[in-house]
């Protein structure tokens, strides 16, 4: 269920044409006049400047056909996070086993059917049929590999044949799909690097484009990710920090070498994700022409247009019927029809453009609500005071050496139990606007403190055995 | 009297300065809000002449005397109600003395509850002789017969204002005279103003009211002076608040304290109130070996109860079938987290407080558990509780029964709104 509490559900439809507006004012320097204007050309007679400049508009023409165009790069998110169970107090103490078996595994087995391995398969297809001319990345969290590897091997397997068409990406995260870096850099570290294991164990490959819980980020953060040896990093294009630039370019964090960062087009994006069949969306219904012309209008002002979104809005979110998979069906035909555009994977796009711009982000961002802050997963005190005490445990969890221990403490730094204590669509007893496996954010506090408080016993015990 | 003000013969049974359970201050704070707006007039069984409400005329029933010679009721004018003495010939049961002590009792209810029913509905069914009614307003079945008499014999509007119904108080396959009241009495009504949501879903299943009639106005809550008393000790207390009759879960709670104190050796149970399962409920908890677990305060007078309120850590109200429940917005006001019964009617105003089934007591004592442990759940509770709480307030109520008086009448009502702005 997590996936399908619809937190980013923003209704803002009309930031599609702000966003048109502002990408269409944007100045474009063509990469391929500078190179004809500064081509050298020899000759000095009138007949000889005539053929010069044939020459130069044949050698702009050549140089423009080299130009990388437009990109479109698609990211995908892949995660499950470990539910909880009514975990009631008089259990403290005496019952470890914290999750909701049925509940997860009942999701899971949805979600793969609807979603997962279909739209793999298409992607397939699609990578086929378009002779590796489509590309997409995927995030899977290590929660959600682990549980495809309990559950649904099925669904490794058809990521596995992705991997080898050599038209797919795998980004880097923690391992936990966790809020780490906000509260322990150590464990921030450790999780990626867990989570960069499990991807080469998987698939075969070294991810160099990170990507945080959530699309959380800062300059900070960047930083530090930039430290690991990433080359890019993927976050959200907040307006806030954009302040009227466009999006769709390669940016730099500030004071950083070497180092890329992609913003997410939540316009473009959103149309796909949250819009697609939203009828009272004044776009409605999408179409392929529909949304490759809005593509195709930045083809003068845009590097790369980058539509992240979570997997399961193919088949999950939107379901089946509403025409997702026809629509991703078509795309790759359409956005190709035009001779500037290309799929491209964000390691690909990095290498194909340089940094156009800074991208200056001091305070924390994420692609959740229409806030895109830290807000759905830290602002009340059941918040604060679950996340104070599950990373208080981290020295004495690390200090007992106890791997199964280290375990369940990972699981338990997942975002989604903090996101379903936000009180932010609930105080005014809106049910509709509260998506989570549990009836209301106190019962989800509450069965996570009674977790938190037998985990904790555990820890302290197992301390005091090493 | 300005005629385009409603007259409103509002029929109450309890009504400050005497109170036994909720009915007394939701009927108060309707009247109060409804005041400015109406000619209201409210008859109750016992007034006192010293208390007095701003443009709300009082009668209580104790102020008649009975004129032995003449056999008529008399209200002199010497307590001060009208300019003139109200006399009427009557021909009720009770007479003498015997109709008097009926209305003085201090126990409003007790074991003659049926004549006292009986002689208010004798007496009240005289008051068009000498008021001007527009609206009968009765509240709760004690006044039913004294309303559908009235609305016989003057085919005034009714509208019958339900706190509780028997089949809360005796169960739901509760069938007899009270019931019978009851259904006779929504029958006949104009308009039937049950407390919540959860009321209305009662009348409409156990009485076959037709439900287009029904319209729920929800209680509020008189602002009161919020204090806490900081307490040294290391004792968690829950607090529990009403009648100990079956209606109020005495049963759950028992189930609810003994897994609780099963795991929390510091929580203790304040349980204030008495009613008819008080002694057995004593017994039990003394049977399950938790007597200095509980603390029994007897019945508690307003002031009291402010004081618990202000003295304990969390509310607990494991009603089985509860109309309302205005302890719990007492409660709420007085920053308590709170843990109801879904049974309730208060939980449909109060978002941030958590809810089970009354007899899931495995539940309650785990949230009871929770708000006690976590201080960031209370907290977070507190804080959004007190902005639910901000916006409970009789005016809305009023608002609504008016709406409801608009509806029943022709008459032009002053919408309450416009009416606020010129206050």
Redesign the interface.
């Given at each position: 269920m997590k996936r399908d509490h619809g937190k980013k559900k923003n209704t803002a439809s009309l930031q599609k044409h702000a966003s048109l507006t502002r990408n269409g004012s944007g100045q474009e320097p063509s990469r391929s006049n500078k190179a004809a204007a500064t081509s050298p050309v020899a000759g000095t007679t009138g007949e000889r400047a005539a053929v010069k400049a044939k020459v130069r508009q044949q050698k702009a023409k050549a140089q423009k056909s080299k130009s990388p165009g437009t990109s479109i790069c698609f990211y995908f998110q892949v995660h499950q996070p470990f539910r909880l169970r009514n975990y009631?107090?008089?259990e403290?103490g005496s019952n470890h086993f914290y999750e909701n078996y049925n509940m997860n595994l009942e999701i899971l087995n949805k979600v793969a059917d609807k979603c997962y391995l279909p739209t793999n398969a298409k992607i397939l297809e699609l990578i086929t049929r378009h002779k590796g001319n489509f590309k997409v990345a995927y995030s899977i969290s290590g929660c959600a590999l682990e549980q495809f590897e309990l559950y649904r091997p099925d669904v490794i397997r058809s990521f596995q044949a992705l991997a080898a068409s050599g038209c797919v990406e795998f980004l880097s995260e923690t391992y936990y799909h966790s809020l780490s870096f906000i509260y322990s850099k150590d464990e921030f570290v450790r999780q990626a690097e867990m989570h960069r294991d499990k991807i080469k164990t998987l698939f075969d490959v070294e991810p160099t484009v990170f990507r945080f819980t959530e699309l959380i980020f800062n300059n900070d953060l960047a930083k530090q990710v930039a430290s690991m040896g990433c080359r890019a990093m993927i976050c959200e294009g907040a307006d806030k920090w954009l302040d009227g630039r466009s999006p769709n370019h390669v940016f730099r964090s500030p004071g950083i070498e070497n180092f890329s960062l992609l913003l997410k087009n939540y316009s473009l994006s959103d149309d796909i994700a949250f819009r697609f069949s939203k009828h009272d969306w004044e776009m409605w219904p999408l179409t392929v022409e529909k949304f490759t012309k809005w593509l195709h209008d930045h083809a003068d002002n845009a590097e790369t247009i980058n539509l992240f979104m979570d997997y399961e809005t193919f088949g999950e979110h939107q379901w089946k019927e509403t025409g997702i998979f026809d629509f991703l069906d078509y795309l790759p035909e359409y956005v190709l029809e035009h001779p500037d555009f290309a799929f491209r994977t964000p390691s690909e796009v990095v290498a194909t453009y340089a940094a156009r711009d800074e991208y200056d982000v001091p305070e924390f961002t994420s692609w959740a609500d229409e806030d895109r802050d830290l807000s759905a997963w830290t602002e009340?005190?059941?918040?604060?005071?679950?996340l104070q005490l599950i990373y208080s445990m981290e020295q004495t969890v690390k200090e007992s050496g106890n791997a199964d221990l280290l375990k369940v403490w990972g699981k338990l730094q997942t975002s989604d139990h903090f996101y379903y204590m936000s009180?932010k669509f609930?105080?005014?007893?809106d049910v509709h606007r509260y998506f989570s496996p549990f009836p209301?954010?106190?019962?989800a506090?509450?069965y996570y403190?009674?977790v938190l408080?037998d985990f904790n016993l555990s820890v302290k015990e197992a301390s005091v055995k090493s | 009297m300005p005629n385009n003000k409603i007259n409103v013969l509002m029929l109450c049974w309890e009504f400050p300065p005497w109170l036994t359970g909720g009915l007394g201050p939701a009927c108060y704070g309707l009247a109060k809000a409804l005041a400015p707006f109406t000619e209201l007039t409210v008859v109750v069984p016992k007034s006192d002449p010293h208390f007095k409400m701003k443009d709300v005329t009082i009668i209580g029933l104790n102020q008649f005397e009975f004129d032995e010679e003449t056999e008529e009721l008399v209200l002199p004018d010497s307590k001060g109600l009208f300019d003139t003495e109200i006399r009427f010939g009557y021909n009720g049961e009770a007479v003498g003395q015997e109709l008097h002590d009926l209305f003085s009792d201090p126990d409003s209810y007790g074991t003659e509850i049926m004549k006292k029913v009986q002689a208010y509905a004798d007496v009240v069914k005289h008051f068009d002789e000498f008021i001007d009614i527009s609206v009968i307003h009765a509240h709760d079945w004690l006044t039913f017969p004294a309303a559908s008499a009235l609305k016989e014999k003057t085919d005034k509007p009714l509208l019958v204002h339900i706190h509780s119904l028997e089949t809360d108080r005796s169960g739901p396959e509760a069938r007899n005279a009270i019931y019978d009241t009851e259904l006779a009495a929504m029958t006949a009504a104009d308009r039937v103003l049950p407390v919540s949501s959860f009321t209305r879903n009662t009348i409409i299943q156990y009485y076959g009211i037709e439900a287009e009639k029904i319209c729920p106005v929800y209680n509020a809550i008189e602002s009161e002076e919020v204090f806490k008393t900081e307490r040294n000790d290391q004792e968690k207390r829950v607090l529990f608040l009403g009648r100990i009759t079956r209606q109020k879960g005495p049963k759950f709670l028992l189930e609810t304290m003994t897994?609780l104190c099963?795991?929390m050796p510091e929580v203790k149970f304040y349980i204030a109130g008495t009613g008819d399962q008080e002694e057995l409920l004593i017994e039990a908890v003394k049977k399950a070996g938790l007597e200095d677990r509980a603390v029994f305060t007897g019945y508690v007078q307003q002031e009291e109860v402010l004081k618990l309120l202000a003295s304990c850590d969390a509310y607990f109200m494991p009603s089985v079938s509860e109309p309302f429940g205005l302890s719990a917005l007492e409660a709420a006001q007085f920053h308590l987290p709170c843990v109801l019964s879904k049974q309730s009617g208060v939980s449909e105003v109060l978002?941030?407080v958590?809810k089970a089934d009354c007899w899931d007591t495995?539940?309650m004592?785990?949230?009871l558990?929770?708000v006690l442990?976590?201080?960031?759940?209370r907290?977070?509770?507190i804080?959004?509780t007190a902005?639910d709480v901000k916006n409970i307030h009789w005016d809305n109520a009023a608002r609504e029964v008016l709406k409801s008086y608009k509806h029943v009448l022709t008459a032009e009502v002053p919408e309450l709104e416009e009416k606020s702005k010129e206050l």
């Amino acid at each position: 269920m997590k996936r399908d509490h619809g937190k980013k559900k923003n209704t803002a439809s009309l930031q599609k044409h702000a966003s048109l507006t502002r990408n269409g004012s944007g100045q474009e320097p063509s990469r391929s006049n500078k190179a004809a204007a500064t081509s050298p050309v020899a000759g000095t007679t009138g007949e000889r400047a005539a053929v010069k400049a044939k020459v130069r508009q044949q050698k702009a023409k050549a140089q423009k056909s080299k130009s990388p165009g437009t990109s479109i790069c698609f990211y995908f998110q892949v995660h499950q996070p470990f539910r909880l169970r009514n975990y009631l107090f008089h259990e403290i103490g005496s019952n470890h086993f914290y999750e909701n078996y049925n509940m997860n595994l009942e999701i899971l087995n949805k979600v793969a059917d609807k979603c997962y391995l279909p739209t793999n398969a298409k992607i397939l297809e699609l990578i086929t049929r378009h002779k590796g001319n489509f590309k997409v990345a995927y995030s899977i969290s290590g929660c959600a590999l682990e549980q495809f590897e309990l559950y649904r091997p099925d669904v490794i397997r058809s990521f596995q044949a992705l991997a080898a068409s050599g038209c797919v990406e795998f980004l880097s995260e923690t391992y936990y799909h966790s809020l780490s870096f906000i509260y322990s850099k150590d464990e921030f570290v450790r999780q990626a690097e867990m989570h960069r294991d499990k991807i080469k164990t998987l698939f075969d490959v070294e991810p160099t484009v990170f990507r945080f819980t959530e699309l959380i980020f800062n300059n900070d953060l960047a930083k530090q990710v930039a430290s690991m040896g990433c080359r890019a990093m993927i976050c959200e294009g907040a307006d806030k920090w954009l302040d009227g630039r466009s999006p769709n370019h390669v940016f730099r964090s500030p004071g950083i070498e070497n180092f890329s960062l992609l913003l997410k087009n939540y316009s473009l994006s959103d149309d796909i994700a949250f819009r697609f069949s939203k009828h009272d969306w004044e776009m409605w219904p999408l179409t392929v022409e529909k949304f490759t012309k809005w593509l195709h209008d930045h083809a003068d002002n845009a590097e790369t247009i980058n539509l992240f979104m979570d997997y399961e809005t193919f088949g999950e979110h939107q379901w089946k019927e509403t025409g997702i998979f026809d629509f991703l069906d078509y795309l790759p035909e359409y956005v190709l029809e035009h001779p500037d555009f290309a799929f491209r994977t964000p390691s690909e796009v990095v290498a194909t453009y340089a940094a156009r711009d800074e991208y200056d982000v001091p305070e924390f961002t994420s692609w959740a609500d229409e806030d895109r802050d830290l807000s759905a997963w830290t602002e009340n005190e059941m918040q604060k005071e679950a996340l104070q005490l599950i990373y208080s445990m981290e020295q004495t969890v690390k200090e007992s050496g106890n791997a199964d221990l280290l375990k369940v403490w990972g699981k338990l730094q997942t975002s989604d139990h903090f996101y379903y204590m936000s009180t932010k669509f609930w105080a005014d007893g809106d049910v509709h606007r509260y998506f989570s496996p549990f009836p209301s954010p106190y019962d989800a506090c509450v069965y996570y403190m009674n977790v938190l408080a037998d985990f904790n016993l555990s820890v302290k015990e197992a301390s005091v055995k090493s | 009297m300005p005629n385009n003000k409603i007259n409103v013969l509002m029929l109450c049974w309890e009504f400050p300065p005497w109170l036994t359970g909720g009915l007394g201050p939701a009927c108060y704070g309707l009247a109060k809000a409804l005041a400015p707006f109406t000619e209201l007039t409210v008859v109750v069984p016992k007034s006192d002449p010293h208390f007095k409400m701003k443009d709300v005329t009082i009668i209580g029933l104790n102020q008649f005397e009975f004129d032995e010679e003449t056999e008529e009721l008399v209200l002199p004018d010497s307590k001060g109600l009208f300019d003139t003495e109200i006399r009427f010939g009557y021909n009720g049961e009770a007479v003498g003395q015997e109709l008097h002590d009926l209305f003085s009792d201090p126990d409003s209810y007790g074991t003659e509850i049926m004549k006292k029913v009986q002689a208010y509905a004798d007496v009240v069914k005289h008051f068009d002789e000498f008021i001007d009614i527009s609206v009968i307003h009765a509240h709760d079945w004690l006044t039913f017969p004294a309303a559908s008499a009235l609305k016989e014999k003057t085919d005034k509007p009714l509208l019958v204002h339900i706190h509780s119904l028997e089949t809360d108080r005796s169960g739901p396959e509760a069938r007899n005279a009270i019931y019978d009241t009851e259904l006779a009495a929504m029958t006949a009504a104009d308009r039937v103003l049950p407390v919540s949501s959860f009321t209305r879903n009662t009348i409409i299943q156990y009485y076959g009211i037709e439900a287009e009639k029904i319209c729920p106005v929800y209680n509020a809550i008189e602002s009161e002076e919020v204090f806490k008393t900081e307490r040294n000790d290391q004792e968690k207390r829950v607090l529990f608040l009403g009648r100990i009759t079956r209606q109020k879960g005495p049963k759950f709670l028992l189930e609810t304290m003994t897994k609780l104190c099963a795991v929390m050796p510091e929580v203790k149970f304040y349980i204030a109130g008495t009613g008819d399962q008080e002694e057995l409920l004593i017994e039990a908890v003394k049977k399950a070996g938790l007597e200095d677990r509980a603390v029994f305060t007897g019945y508690v007078q307003q002031e009291e109860v402010l004081k618990l309120l202000a003295s304990c850590d969390a509310y607990f109200m494991p009603s089985v079938s509860e109309p309302f429940g205005l302890s719990a917005l007492e409660a709420a006001q007085f920053h308590l987290p709170c843990v109801l019964s879904k049974q309730s009617g208060v939980s449909e105003v109060l978002h941030n407080v958590l809810k089970a089934d009354c007899w899931d007591t495995d539940k309650m004592a785990n949230y009871l558990y929770a708000v006690l442990k976590y201080d960031g759940l209370r907290k977070t509770m507190i804080r959004l509780t007190a902005n639910d709480v901000k916006n409970i307030h009789w005016d809305n109520a009023a608002r609504e029964v008016l709406k409801s008086y608009k509806h029943v009448l022709t008459a032009e009502v002053p919408e309450l709104e416009e009416k606020s702005k010129e206050l």
